[in-house]
């Protein structure tokens, strides 16, 4: 119809139009033609209508969800777990090249943590590359590509992406921190079920404000924090005189700190104060007795048959 290619409006507008010059003409008819009309059709048509897809699976380290991406001028290989967990890992890499790529998911991860069935990507150059592709093809890893130029195919690690950029930015942190707070913190209120390194990992992580859950003890009961005590020197020998030492803590029963140095308590001994001046005594005996000893006092006694000789 010479009337729609005037303006090229939709159905609506170019029904109402021709209506002004054929008022008989029908919907269907104006709605037929510009349907078929090759220039509506190339230029911004009509969305289509589909069905939702899924890229998130049921089971926790099945599927993994891969990019690279930038913060501050530094590369990042960024892979997201696509199972309910969401568990992140971040890491910096020198350029986003295949043998990179390749080496840092199979040497990091696969070996680590053991190979997932399933690897969603983009189409970039590296995770096309023989490289790339014969690495998961080693361990029997699927590889599945988003559509081109439609990053919501790939949406669980880009909006991951967005999430550490601003967990770092506003915290001032780098990256890697701002994944492990990440990792820390429930996705969804206040559910412990939901947070992200729980799905992975069978033990608890430790926040690093608070203080271990480890208790010490207070060592041996003969060995008390701030007393002095004998500590056997290095490489000391039977006639090796022990120094003394300061008890400042105590790491377990068997090991206790003197002057901020673990030492076993084999190699310590009480001092008896009752005994410290018999021993300040035996010390000054003893050199006294050396200076008078310069030379040997052993008694030369010839054999008993060299009496029959005269000499």
Request: with cysteine.
């Amino acid at each position: 119809m010479e009337l729609h290619g005037l303006h090229h409006v939709e159905v609506d507008r170019t029904l109402y139009l021709v209506r002004k010059v054929y008022p008989e003409v029908s919907r269907d008819t104006v709605q037929k033609v510009v349907r078929s009309c090759d220039r509506c059709q190339s230029i911004d048509p009509s969305p289509n209508v589909h069905e939702l897809g899924e890229i998130q699976v049921d089971t926790n380290w099945t599927r993994l969800s891969i990019d690279v991406t930038h913060y501050r001028g530094e590369m990042y290989l960024t892979i997201v777990d696509c199972g309910p967990g969401r568990f992140a890992i971040w890491r910096e890499i020198r350029a986003a090249t295949a043998d990179i790529i390749a080496k840092e998911l199979e040497e990091f991860f696969f070996f680590e943590r053991g190979p997932v069935e399933e690897v969603l990507m983009d189409n970039g150059a590296a995770f096309r590359s023989e490289v790339f592709r014969s690495m998961l093809d080693k361990w029997n890893t699927r590889q599945y590509y988003r559509a081109a130029y439609r990053p919501s195919g790939n949406g669980i690690v880009e909006r991951n992406h967005r999430t550490i950029k601003v967990i770092a930015e506003r915290g001032g942190i780098s990256p890697a921190e701002a994944v492990f707070w990440y990792n820390m913190s429930p996705k969804s209120g206040q559910r412990e079920d939901t947070v992200p390194h729980r799905a992975v990992y069978t033990y608890q992580w430790r926040h690093p404000r608070v203080a271990p859950c480890l208790t010490r003890s207070d060592g041996p009961e003969s060995i008390r924090i701030g007393e002095e005590v004998w500590v056997k020197p290095t490489g000391a020998r039977c006639t090796t005189k022990w120094t003394r030492g300061m008890v400042t803590g105590a790491q377990s029963r068997n090991n206790v700190e003197v002057d901020s140095m673990p030492r076993h308590i084999l190699d310590l001994r009480e001092i008896q104060e009752d005994l410290e001046n018999e021993g300040e005594n035996w010390r000054s005996s003893h050199e006294a007795w050396a200076q008078i000893l310069r030379k040997s006092q052993r008694e030369r006694h010839p054999p008993r048959w060299k009496d029959d000789y005269i000499t």
